[in-house]
């Protein structure tokens, strides 16, 4: 398996890939699609996943703070009688990691998947607001 560090977008986040195990194809699927925004009150993830059923994805958060987003596409079986002559639709595993900033609430995190796209919704913690106190000067 390889590790591709993220160069474009949060260098806070990490792809790995698995390749196919038939016919030495490099998966293209590792390359998964990503939007990370944040609102005022969340981060909202949103990863493009065409053709795969919820059952085949899974969200994760690791080690308290990272947002792990995995699954596979697998190959279609290919009959006696068929013969292809392309193969462009990507297929294999895939694993995208995010490190999650202090203020999300990563007890508090939902997911749903509608027309092949995953979306991730972590809510964030309230900033702390300085206190402040007032000091009485003394003096004539």
């Given at each position: 398996m390889s590790l591709i560090r993220s160069f474009f977008g949060n260098p806070l986040s990490t792809d790995l890939w698995a390749p196919s195990a038939s016919n030495n194809e490099i998966s293209a699927i590792?390359?998964?699609?990503?939007?990370?925004?944040?609102?005022p009150e969340a981060h909202i993830f949103k990863a493009d996943l065409p053709g795969l059923k919820k059952e085949e994805v899974k969200v994760e958060i690791e080690e308290g703070r990272v947002l792990q987003i995995s699954g596979e596409r697998n190959v279609d079986k290919e009959e006696k009688n068929e013969k292809w002559h392309r193969v462009e639709r990507s297929r294999g595993k895939f694993l995208r990691r995010f490190w999650l900033p202090e203020n999300a609430k990563v007890g508090e995190v939902k997911a749903s998947m509608e027309n092949g796209v995953l979306t991730v919704t972590i809510p964030?913690?309230?900033?702390?607001?300085p206190q402040v106190k007032s000091i009485e000067i003394s003096g004539a």
């Open positions: 590792a390359n998964v699609q990503v939007d990370w925004k944040e609102t964030k913690a309230e900033e702390k607001k």
